[in-house]
């Protein structure tokens, strides 16, 4: 495999993939926030419960439907691009991915289904149910996908095969703990990532003056929801970062820019690495907190890139074995600095909504943009942590990224895709802008009457 094929397939994964991803977290969370809106009209009989589930719920079904277009690609790129990787990992995947298509993917599109069009055609307890089954099948997809994405990340519960993984362990796989806390992880972000949504729309709408008590329920909502789920989203990465220190000893080191191995470890605030993106020229530091980070306590010894390196070289053979340091470093600071302010702003807001009279406060008018840049900075900064951290593999220790490309695919091959994937992206970018801008200034008022511009035929299927 030529080292220019081998980028532009590396290229155009990382572009389809990441797109994809600034859906998928949203359309978790916001099934929930529906359900509830959904329930407590039920419950109440309050028609503004209802109006709060039309209109969320048009938000959520848009981010649904370019979610499945987006995630149809993915499906393509598997057996095009990366026939290597999947004759490797298809006999540990099919099981996996096979629930997820036949059980949970099911579930969801049928049921939403039921909930888009079933109102007052099927009996209130089923409608109901029919939005609260959506919302965990899309939930139950993601815990399948995980479960394989944690399987990449640490290989558990397989033997080798004539050069192939095979599945010795079901229940080992499906119990590995790197998907569960990658899953603990995912799901909080989709609840962080919903309540800022509502933020964001909810704030835009206040300053304007707009159904003032619609939106100021909406804002508290979002305030409490997203103050809960971005502290279990904190909990949950400290968690994978410590379960990424036993098994992945190099991303942890990496995106630490910890080059040398050390006991205490101090932890970096600024670093500064030469033009390679592996050497360090000058940093800050604190005296241990790296080894707390990694052990909970101050004296454990952590392993150093360079160490690691030899190690690696002597299992594997030669080769470059450290990620590239400038992304794996400055992601993870993009996630938690962002992780970080959802934490404070969320508090502040929830604390300034118990007053009367916040709709007319001034920070009101900034909530919408810098609500919408921290939740994508954050969520797309932390998958591109956890998918560049474990370079050169694609399989943590069993199957290397240069390895794992159709072996028959051509630059021109690539270029002309890359070039179709990026035109058809951004138009879809557009309409999903045009979309969700049109409905979330709409209003209430309007979602009661309008329907999605969204094709019926996109609702029967999500990835």
Known sequence: ????????????????????????????????????????????????????????????????????????????????????????????FGAPLAV??????????????VWIFGEGKVPEKVHLASIWLAALGSNLSAIWILIANGWMQHPVGYTIVDGRAQMTDFFAV???????????HTLADGLTMASFLLLAVSAWHLVRKNNVPFFKTSFQTGALVGLVASVVLFLGGHTMG????????????????????SAPADFSILTIGDLSGRREVWSLRVPAVLSFLACN???????????????????????????????????FRIMMTFGFIMIAASAWYLWSSRKSGYENAKWLKYVPLT?????????????????????????????????????????????????????????????MVKLMLKYAKAGPEAAMHESVDVAPALVGAQD
């Open 174 to 184: 499906i119990g590995n703990p790197k998907a569960w806390v990658m899953i603990w």
């Open 1 to 92: 495999m030529d080292t220019t094929t081998l980028i532009l397939s590396q290229w155009q994964f990382a572009m389809t993939s990441i797109y994809h991803w600034l859906f998928v977290p949203l359309t978790l969370g916001l099934g929930w926030f529906v359900a509830y809106f959904q329930t407590r009209y039920y419950q109440t009989r309050d028609e503004s419960w209802r109006k709060h589930a039309k209109f969320w719920g048009k938000l959520f079904l848009i981010n649904f439907a370019i979610g499945v277009v987006t995630g149809i690609v993915q499906e393509f790129q598997f057996g095009m691009n990366w026939s290597e990787y999947s004759r490797f990992v298809g006999d540990i």
């Open 297 to 331: 306590n101050f004296s454990c010894e952590v392993p150093g890139v360079y160490e690691l390196q030899a190690q690696y070289e002597a299992q594997y053979g030669a080769g470059q074995y450290i990620p590239l340091m400038v992304v794996t470093y400055w992601s």
């Open 371 to 431: 609500s919408l840049v921290m939740m994508y900075s954050a969520n797309m900064s932390g998958w591109i942590l956890t998918e560049m951290g474990r370079q050169p593999w694609i399989v943590q220790g069993l199957l290397k990224v240069q390895d794992a490309v159709s072996p028959k695919l051509t630059a021109l091959d690539l270029t002309i895709s890359l070039i179709g994937y990026v035109a058809l992206y951004g138009a879809l970018a557009v309409v």
């Open 242 to 261: 410590q379960l990424m220190f036993e098994t992945q000893p190099m991303k942890f080191a990496a995106l630490e820019a910890h080059w040398e191995t």
């Open 100 to 113: 997820e298509a036949l059980l949970a993917f099911f579930m969801e599109s049928t049921f939403l289904g």
